[in-house]
């Protein structure tokens, strides 16, 4: 039996046992397994997805009150999950026709294929000895009446939100064959205040929403946060001290430096997909060039050099190619170039103003905003420029980022006039488009990578 | 987790607080700020700057040209700040709404230097100024047409506390 720990890197350990290869009460159910290509599959390779249908049970407390309370919110969060991601239909548990009360054996199929489910997940949350709490769960195929994964995750109880996330990913990793992109937080700037006087802070939440904590505390202007790839890091823009500039903040002790000492303003700061280097924009006199800056050596080179406004860069997720906007043809437009900033070639040629590209983490489409006729869309294209795509369009919608996976974006869309912006998450397939909950108006969203 | 930032000195920030306010008061109609005589702001007063010179030039969408009338505002600027020698002064580059982040605070650098250069071109010490860009964070009119979007187009001319 494995028995793989997960080195959280915020000290939080998550210690995961795979229940597939159990023995003694499990070993009856190895029985029923069959041809692995004749395995439940959802297929999201298409333009729209059926949703699948997945019962997901109540987690059985192991002993005490504390366990059932915290294994109906385990699968409170499961279901919450699996349904905003648009390819679940969690079925409505007053249809459920058995009560799960001992998830080490075997679910009476029958009575989750009378009620259509495809998928059943159940589990027990138990509470350790030594405080920990102790989350199993077991997905199973309906129709083929068989296991799919069994696994058990120790941890501490504060840590249960994160628990239901993980298991929460695996169930959308066996079914889909995608990585999932639950465990995973989004950095944000939360607006408060009136307009004119608006009070920007930098925050932290979950990708569902919870937990958010506030970075900074609005006494200066901050904007564009972009994770770090490898490190508990962000970069960001600051107004704090008279000059603009950006900064690197380490998220766990709150430690802060400034990126480079520029004689101007700083901006529009991302990391390399190394996490040892971040690409900005300096403005020199009335002109933005773009710039990679080494952390560690503080070597800054310029990769771009013109009369114009170059800004926005992101790398490829290879790091081979950078995306950015300039208006050195007259108005913004995205262009590709090579990572020593040779070969730069313009990529948008549709109608309007092109700017804030993003590479997906897939590496195929690159994202943007694009600015036409009044009206502000988020769309998709091939890095070559070709298979444009519109995902959204309204009066105001700015400023993509990508989940891991890169199958959902987040973008902000502000209504304009006194009110503020909010976020929001739509399929790169420009269905299932779904508010993100925040406390505040909120803006400049920014994903990060899985956490485990 | 909370990262500590530091503030401006106490007296400047209060200064510039103020000035905000007061740039505020005129903001739903500034065109008009730039003809009105008030009697009460003393000569070489930052109130008289406001008041009397004009202390904000407008752009058009996307653009940083000076119009004629933005010239003849940062004429007579230019003359008041090489009257009043003692000020040191902030040009604030603004750019509407309707833009992404990152490209209005590169618009609103570049109106900004565009500012600078015409003053710099009209005799005033260069070591004087400094610009900044606020992009489309800070607007003084707000709504959602084109009456607001061109007040927020602008760059400002923000006099620095003087010890004087």
């Known amino acids: ?452 | 987790m909370i990262g500590m930032l530091r503030h401006l000195g106490g007296a400047r920030a209060a200064f510039i607080i103020g000035f905000a306010m007061l740039a505020a008061a005129c903001a739903k109609n500034p065109m008009d700020g730039a003809g009105q005589q008030l009697g009460s702001a003393p000569p070489g007063s930052p109130q008289e700057f406001i008041v009397s010179v004009g202390d904000r030039v407008f752009f058009e969408s996307d653009q940083s040209d000076l119009s004629a009338q933005a010239q003849a505002t940062l004429d007579k600027q230019a003359q008041w700040l090489n009257h009043y020698r003692q000020y040191t002064f902030t040009i604030e580059g603004h750019a509407d709404e309707r833009g992404t982040r990152e490209y209005n605070i590169a618009l609103g650098a570049r109106r900004a230097q565009s500012v600078r250069d015409y003053l710099v071109a009209r005799g005033v010490d260069a070591n004087r100024m400094r610009t900044i860009s606020y992009g489309k964070e800070r607007p003084v009119a707000v709504c959602n047409d084109i009456s607001c979007w061109s007040q927020n187009r602008r760059a400002v001319t923000v006099l620095n506390a003087t010890n004087s």
């Open chain 1, 1 to 452: 039996m494995s028995h793989i720990v997960r080195p959280g890197r915020s000290g939080l350990l998550i210690g995961r046992r795979s229940l597939i290869a159990g023995a003694g009460a499990l070993t009856g159910l190895s029985l029923l397994s069959r041809p692995a290509e004749a395995v439940l599959k959802l297929d999201v390779t298409g333009g729209t997805v059926q949703p699948l249908p997945i019962a997901i049970t109540d987690f059985v407390g192991g002993g005490s009150p504390q366990d059932v309370e915290a294994g109906k919110g385990v699968t409170q969060i499961i279901t919450a999950d699996l349904r905003r991601s648009g390819l679940f239909a969690p079925i409505d548990p007053a249809a459920f026709v058995e009560k799960i009360t001992n998830p080490d054996t075997s679910p009476r199929f029958q009575d989750w294929r009378v009620i259509n489910a495809q998928a059943l997940v159940t589990g027990r949350m138990t509470r350790q000895p030594d405080g920990r709490v102790k989350a199993e769960f077991r997905l199973w195929d309906v129709f083929a009446g068989q296991q799919l994964i069994g696994q058990q995750y120790f941890t501490q109880p504060e840590n249960w939100r994160r628990v239901a996330h993980i298991i929460a990913d695996a169930i959308y990793e066996r079914l889909t064959g995608e990585k999932g992109y639950f465990d995973t937080r989004i950095v944000f700037v939360d607006e408060s205040g009136p307009k004119e006087k608006r009070v920007k802070r930098l925050a932290i939440m979950d990708q569902d929403g919870a937990n958010v904590t506030y970075l900074t505390r609005g006494d200066d202007l901050v904007l564009t946060p972009r994770f770090s790839p490898t490190s508990q890091e962000i970069t960001y823009m600051s107004y704090g001290q008279g000059e603009p500039r950006v900064y690197l903040l380490n998220i766990e002790n709150g430690q802060r430096e400034v990126v480079g000492n520029f004689p101007n303003m700083s901006f529009s700061p991302r990391f390399a997909p190394d996490g040892q280097r971040v690409i900005l924009s300096l403005q020199q006199g009335g002109d933005s060039n773009i710039f990679v800056m080494d952390l560690r050596s503080k070597a800054t080179t310029r990769l771009t050099d013109t009369a114009a406004i170059d800004t926005a860069p992101c790398y490829s997720p290879d790091g081979s190619q950078i995306c950015f906007e300039s208006d050195r043809g007259g108005s913004s437009q995205i262009y590709v170039m090579n990572p020593d900033g040779s070969n730069p070639h313009r990529i948008s040629f549709g109608e309007g103003r092109y700017s804030t590209p993003v590479w997906s983490p897939r590496g195929d489409v690159i994202a943007f905003t694009r600015q036409a006729q009044g009206r502000f869309a988020i769309g998709l294209m091939n890095p070559d420029g070709s298979g444009e795509r519109i995902l959204t369009e309204g009066y105001h919608n700015e400023g993509p980022t990508f989940a891991p996976n890169g199958r959902v974006i987040m973008f902000f869309r502000d209504p304009g006039g006194e009110s503020g912006p909010q976020l929001y998450t739509v399929d790169i397939t420009g269905y299932n488009e779904q508010r993100v909950p925040t406390p505040s108006y909120a803006s400049d969203p920014a994903w990060s990578p899985l956490r485990s």
